[in-house]
């Protein structure tokens, strides 16, 4: 069986949006998740020790080559951007900024669209550029599921807003919707 992934990409606000969301995920939760973050480069991952405290699912820094794993949070290094290649392993790289991050959201949903196609879903949340819209689209573009946070819910409504503008087809959820859905795909 092969490994689906959950790729979910936030800015700021986003510690407390992903704080909501992924604690409601089961331990043995039956997908791999990759996270971007837009974190500061030069800075240490705080993120990895955070979530591990608070979520009941495996939490790492992705590594480069590493394969992806079901049941296991992924969050993307500072200063790299998160590709997942075509077998299904995570890369990392030090190509120029997207959107002005590296991290990039586009970055993963792109590569996570081209190697998951329809076995990806897509999740946008609270950010104050427009990083995502375009990945976002990608993923449904190749029949993933597309999710986008209520901006009206979103700390920081401009990602919302702009991923909604790119992705007519997506769901446009709260927090607590999100988490739903997300727990909700696991199959009895």
């Not at 991952?45 to 699912?57: D, G, I, P």
């Not at 976002?136 to 401009?158: K, N």
């Amino acid at each position: 069986m092969t490994c689906e992934l959950v790729a979910i990409g936030a800015s700021a606000g986003g510690v407390q949006a992903l704080s909501h969301v992924l604690p409601m995920l089961a331990a043995d939760y039956p997908r791999a998740i990759a996270i971007v973050v837009h974190v500061p480069p030069r800075r240490k991952n705080a993120l990895v020790k955070l979530f591990s405290e608070k979520c009941r699912m495996r939490v790492k820094e992705a590594e480069d080559k590493e394969p992806l794993r079901p049941g296991t949070i992924y969050f993307a290094p500072p200063d790299y951007h998160l590709l997942v290649e075509t077998d299904h392993t995570l890369a990392l790289s030090t190509e120029e900024p997207v959107n002005h991050s590296r991290p990039a959201i586009d970055v993963l949903f792109e590569t996570a669209a081209d190697a998951f196609g329809p076995d990806v879903t897509g999740v946008i949340m609270t950010g104050a550029n427009h990083d995502g819209a375009s990945g976002l689209q990608a993923i449904a573009g190749r029949g993933g599921t597309a999710l986008i946070q209520d901006p009206a819910t979103a700390e920081m409504a401009a990602m919302p807003e702009a991923a909604a503008q790119a992705c007519e087809g997506a769901q446009i959820l709260t927090l607590d919707e999100i988490a739903a859905y997300l727990a909700d795909m696991v199959e009895p």
